[in-house]
C-alpha cells in the first residue's frame, strides 16, 4: 500500500449538507514515537494502549458551496465556544490532508469539539482531537462514495490523522495498535495504524491506566520541536534500533503475558524518552520534581508488595499508572494513599484500555 492509494478518483455522489460526530479516545504509547521523518513518517515503530475515558468529541456539519473556494471555509467551536486560537492548527491539517480529501474546499465546515478530560489538563489531545476530525472528514466522504469498505475507510483516517499529529493516527482502534513499519509485526507500515495482529494474553484485557496529573501548566517544548531534535541527536541510531528490539520483546511479552518482562521494558522506554531530551541540543526537562517522587514510590511499592504496578510518561511531567485489573483494588487504594498527593490540586484521571473510536451520529 503507497499513499497514492488514498488518493480517490472523482466521487459519484453529490452530497449538499450534512452532521457527522465522532468520539475518538487519547492513547498512551508503550514503545514510543520520538523523531520523525519528512510527512510525518515516524524514525520508528510504535505501540499504544487505546484509551477509553479520555476522549474527544467532535461533530461536523457540512454545506456544499456555490463553488469551490480559493481557501479552506471552517468555524470552529470549542466546548460551545467559538476557538480562533485552534484555528491554524486545523488549517495546517487541512492543507496536508487535502490531496486525499479533494472535497474539503467545496464546502464550509462547523466543527464542534470537546474533551472528556479537563481542559488545560496537560493531556495531550492532539491524538484524540485529530483522529476525531480525520473519522469526520471519512465520514463525508463515505457519504460521497458509499462504495467505500470498512477496511479503507478506518486505515485512512488513521492515515489522516497521522497528517495531523503522528500517535492520533493510534487513536482508531483499539486496545493496542501499532504503527510504523517493523519486520516482525505482520502488515505493520509508516502509513497508519493497525490494529496489533499478533496474540494476546488475557492478562492485558482491561489493563488501567491511573493519569497523575502532576503538572496542569503549558509544557516549554511541544512534541513537534522535540522530535526534529532527534535529528543529528547523538544516540538517535540506537534509540531507533531499540524501538524495534522492543517491539520483539514485546510480541513474547503480549503473547506469554509476562507482565515482569512487561514492565522492564515500558518503564524503560519512558524513561529512554526523557533521557533523549535531556541529551539534545538544546536539552530540556519535561520531568518535574514530583514525577520522580511518583516513579521511586511505585519502586518501592513494587519491591514491597510484588504488585505488577508500573509507570509510564508521555512527553509532559505527568504519569500514566499501569497496572492489571486484577490488582485494581490494591493499586488504587496504593495511589489514594501515597501518589496524589504529589499531583497538582491532587488531580488524577481513571481510564483503562479502550477499544477505539466511536460514530456517534450520522
Ligand atoms: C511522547 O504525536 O504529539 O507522546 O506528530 O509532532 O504531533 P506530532 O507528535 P505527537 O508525539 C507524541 C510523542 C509521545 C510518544 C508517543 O505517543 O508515541
Redesign the pocket.
Known amino acids: 500500500m503507497t499513499e497514492t492509494d488514498f488518493i480517490p478518483s472523482a466521487y459519484p455522489t453529490i452530497v449538499l449538507e450534512g452532521t457527522v460526530e465522532w468520539k475518538s479516545p487519547s492513547?498512551i504509547?508503550l514503545v514510543?514515537?520520538?523523531g520523525?521523518k519528512e510527512n510525518?513518517i515516524p524514525a520508528n515503530p510504535?505501540i499504544?494502549f487505546t484509551l477509553d475515558a479520555c476522549a474527544t468529541t467532535t461533530a461536523v456539519t457540512y454545506k456544499k458551496l456555490k463553488e469551490k473556494g480559493a481557501n479552506f471555509s471552517f468555524d470552529l467551536s470549542f466546548e460551545g465556544k467559538p476557538k480562533e486560537d485552534f484555528k491554524p492548527k486545523i488549517e495546517i491539517f487541512l492543507a496536508r490532508i487535502e490531496k486525499y480529501l479533494p472535497f474539503l474546499k467545496s464546502y464550509h465546515f462547523n466543527i464542534d469539539t470537546s474533551n472528556s478530560f479537563p481542559h488545560s489538563s496537560g493531556i495531550?489531545s492532539?491524538?484524540s482531537g485529530m483522529s476525531a476530525l480525520a473519522l469526520c472528514f471519512m465520514s463525508l466522504e463515505k457519504e460521497l462514495n458509499p462504495e467505500i469498505s470498512a477496511n479503507y475507510f478506518k486505515n485512512k483516517a488513521s492515515f489522516l490523522a497521522r497528517l495531523g499529529?503522528?500517535?492520533?493516527c493510534r487513536s482508531i482502534e483499539g486496545p493496542l495498535v501499532q504503527w510504523g513499519k517493523h519486520k516482525n509485526t505482520n502488515g505493520s507500515t509508516d502509513l497508519f495504524g493497525i490494529k496489533y495482529p499478533h496474540k494476546v494474553h488475557p492478562v492485558f484485557n482491561n489493563y488501567q491506566d491511573t493519569i497523575l496529573l502532576v503538572d496542569k501548566g503549558q509544557k516549554q517544548v511541544s512534541?513537534?520541536v522535540g522530535?526534529n531534535l532527534m535529528h543529528n541527536h547523538p544516540y538517535a541510531a540506537q534509540r531507533f534500533a531499540q524501538a524495534h528490539t522492543n517491539l520483539d520483546d514485546l510480541q513474547t511479552v503480549f503473547e506469554e503475558g509476562d507482565l515482569k518482562k512487561f514492565i522492564e521494558i515500558v518503564e524503560s522506554e519512558a524513561l529512554t524518552?526523557h533521557a533523549m531530551m535531556m541529551t539534545s541540543m538544546p536539552y530540556f526537562i519535561l520531568m518535574k520534581p514530583n514525577t520522580l517522587e511518583i516513579i521511586n514510590k511505585i519502586w518501592e511499592f513494587r519491591t514491597i508488595t510484588k504488585s505488577n504496578i508500573c509507570f509510564t510518561l508521555?512527553?509532559g511531567a505527568n504519569v500514566h499508572v499501569l497496572y492489571p485489573e486484577s490488582e485494581k483494588e490494591q493499586a488504587f487504594q496504593f495511589i489514594k494513599d501515597q501518589l496524589i498527593a504529589y499531583c497538582e490540586n491532587e488531580q488524577y484521571l481513571c481510564d483503562r484500555i479502550g477499544l477505539g473510536a466511536k460514530q456517534l451520529y450520522n
Open positions: 492513547n504509547a514510543k514515537y520520538w520523525k510525518q510504535s499504544s495531550a492532539s491524538a499529529s503522528g500517535s492520533a512534541s513537534t522530535h524518552l508521555d512527553a
